[in-house]
């Protein structure tokens, strides 16, 4: 298929995790509650528990961090998960994922939004406690957000009896320490318990046995600010968004040798050509696509083939891709594919946290392997050691950290491997 590079188009966005951005001070909770800001927590109050978890259900949401898995679900499996006991809500802040910085978009200018958002969450699935875990380095989103939570509990959105309402909750952050694993779910909640960020074994889910042993809920930033104009809109004016099995909006973030790199939030269903030349401008310097890194390091090499595909959950899978968290590194016909598998790869072998030999030793491996593929002469063979390696892995490694490496290997070689084989000779 042959694309014809307009720079001039621009995309229509709809918004709704960034509904606020550029319009109100995020230092100001009078701002965001006179643009509407929590009146769905008002609303949600005079809702039944369960009917929240329905409209969540019907909305079609799924969980933005990366995984996809149907927010509906998750928080019904959570309500049901004991009865009368202490329950834990958890907001993933911690967005390591490279190439990925929409959380920080939304907490540094809308941080009552995501309050509100865990408030409608916790109330839904029973819950008095919550805690945003979020990435050290965000200095700006950690001050907003305490500034918020102040102000939020000063108002009385916060704490005992919320809006006259028999509902409390307290919220509070809590900082991680720059460790990317500690994204995962299970190792955060090590990371939250004070203990060393290792991953524990899976099941039990954290809906089941999170926190401290008690039934936990854990949403990533962006799927918790669709909480409130789900309630406020219901969930039909949802699932009219998006494709038939990704609903929504979704932030895409845009980097690498593109005209115009940045976010913007738009309807499931839009093409990456869509992405990367009308709303990214086209790639710098006139020079040509070669391909995207998407999803992050987790994620998967693509090229020209692909710059029709459907960001979507399942239409991205269908093509052997990855919507991820919406992370798009874009490089164009003088970057090499080889260096960017390897700074891939060494971020794996840096970010692994070594507790199981597959991905400890592995990880190293794989690198010491992707050397010889650069200095050595039977390219063919190195290459497929790679991938058996990264495969190997996949299969053996304790945690999804270890399961990784083989997404952007594999599809590297899928579309690069002639360029990958004749590196350096
Ligand atoms: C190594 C690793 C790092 C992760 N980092 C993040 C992260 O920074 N933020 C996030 O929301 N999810 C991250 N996840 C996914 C979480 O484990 C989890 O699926 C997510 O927080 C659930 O929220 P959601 O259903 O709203 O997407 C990571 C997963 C893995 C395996
Ligand atoms: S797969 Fe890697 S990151 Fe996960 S437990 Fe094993 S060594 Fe640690």
Known sequence: MIYVTNPKTVITETRIALKNLGKINPESIDDYIFNGGYQAIAMALE???????????????????????????????????????????ICNADEGEPGTFKDRIIMENDPHLLIEGMLISAYAVGASIGYIYIRGEYDLSISLLQKAIHSAYSRGFLGKKIMKSNFSFDLELKIGAGSYLCGEELTLLESIEGKRGYPRIKPPFPAEKGLFGKPTLIN????????????????????????????????????????????????????????????????KDGKSFKGALLGGAAGT????????????????????????????????E?????????????????????????CRIGTTQILMLMEKLKNEHNKKDILAE??????????????????????????AIMYFENELIKNNQ
Request: net charge negative; hydrophobic share 35%.
């Open 47 to 89: 809702m039944q528990p369960n009917a929240i978890i329905d409209e969540i259900e019907k909305s079609g949401l799924r969980g933005r961090g990366g995984a996809g898995f149907p927010t509906g679900s998750k928080n019904r499996f959570t309500s049901l998960s004991c009865d009368d006991c202490e329950r834990f809500v």
């Open 220 to 283: 990533n930033v962006e799927t918790l600010s669709h909480f409130p104009a789900i309630i406020t809109n219901g969930s039909e004016w949802y699932s009219n968004m998006g494709t038939e099995k990704t609903k929504g909006t979704k932030i895409f973030t845009l980097s690498g040798n593109v005209n115009n790199p940045g976010f913007c939030e738009v309807e499931l269903g839009i093409s990456l050509y869509s992405l990367i030349y009308d709303f990214g401008g086209g790639i």
């Open 386 to 411: 790679i991938l058996y390696e990264s495969e190997m892995m996949a299969k053996t490694s304790l945690c999804p950290l270890g399961q990784s490496p083989v997404l952007p290997i594999r599809s």
């Open 301 to 332: 090499f693509v090229d020209s083939s692909m710059l029709d595909a459907i960001m979507g959950y399942d239409k991205l899978k269908e093509r052997g891709a990855t919507l991820g968290s919406g992370a798009i590194i874009v490089f164009d």
């Open 334 to 358: 003088d970057q090499s594919v080889y260096d960017l598998l390897f700074s891939v790869l060494r971020f794996f072998q840096h970010e692994s946290c070594g507790k199981c030999i597959p």
